[in-house]
């Protein structure tokens, strides 16, 4: 089974509207990325989470990680066309080791 | 900021070729550096753990004589895809943990088999 379980696997949103992508581990976490990818082009890092109950902001997006329950979520306020995307969590559970990746979560905004 | 970058971008091979795709730590030393694969519509999956000055660590799968991974010095790894068929085409990216016990990833490289 999957190591890191990333839902909902695609999304349709309407532009301004809020949304939540989850990320969930079945081991413990020692820490948790965020990226989002375009197709075709690298990643784009948006936020690293190493704390539980650490909770991380930039723009309109919000990355809490939940060590109780393994899991971290990724808040998007008031979407927009420009966040569409793949969005991705890769998971390390422990120091320099590589990281595991979702099977990431592709969202679209639509007007 | 801390950079890992990757040569080339693009590249297209003929089958039965060898190619070689470089992943440089440009501000920092890395012993350790990672190489994953992504085929479209799918994950990042690690292949292999290069490590500087010994010889790489391969996930189950991966076939370590078609992905031969050098690792010469502490900035520097380097994947080659040796005989490289179509189903080979894919993005290869690499990452390395950088100042900040952060990780970086290259920009990844397209190969394309023809």
């Known amino acids: 089974s999957q190591e890191l379980e990333q839902s909902p696997q695609s999304l349709i949103v309407q532009e301004g509207k809020n949304l939540t992508i989850n990320c969930t581990s079945s081991?413990?976490?020692?820490?948790l990325y965020w990226y989002k990818q375009k197709y075709g082009e690298g990643l784009i890092f948006l936020m690293m989470?190493?704390?539980?109950?650490e909770e991380k902001s930039h723009e309109k997006i919000t990355a809490k990680l939940d060590e109780k329950k393994q899991q971290s979520s990724l808040h998007i306020t008031a979407s927009q066309p420009s966040h569409a995307g793949i969005y991705l969590c890769?998971?390390?559970?422990?120091?320099?080791?590589?990281?595991?990746f979702g099977k990431g979560t592709r969202l679209s905004v639509i007007a | 900021g801390a950079v890992v970058s990757q040569h080339p971008s693009w590249v297209i091979c003929k089958s039965g070729t060898s190619v070689k795709i470089e992943c440089r730590s440009l501000?920092?030393?890395?012993?350790?550096m990672f190489w994953y694969r992504q085929f479209p519509k799918q994950s990042l999956m690690l292949m292999a753990t290069?490590?500087?000055?010994?010889?790489?660590?391969?996930e189950q799968g991966v076939e370590k004589d078609k992905f031969l991974i050098n690792h010469a010095s502490l900035t520097l790894s380097t994947l080659t895809v040796t005989s490289a068929h179509p189903e080979d085409s894919s993005f290869y990216i690499c990452?390395?943990?950088?100042?900040?016990?952060?990780?970086?990833f290259g920009e990844g490289s397209w190969l394309t088999v023809v």
């Open positions: 890769g998971a390390y559970y422990s120091g320099n080791t590589p990281l595991v």
């Open positions: 989470l190493q704390k539980g109950g």
């Open positions: 990452s390395a943990y950088g100042p900040g016990n952060t990780i970086y």
């Open positions: 290069s490590n500087e000055g010994s010889k790489a660590t391969y």
């Open positions: 081991k413990t976490l020692y820490g």
């Open positions: 501000d920092f030393q890395a012993t350790t």
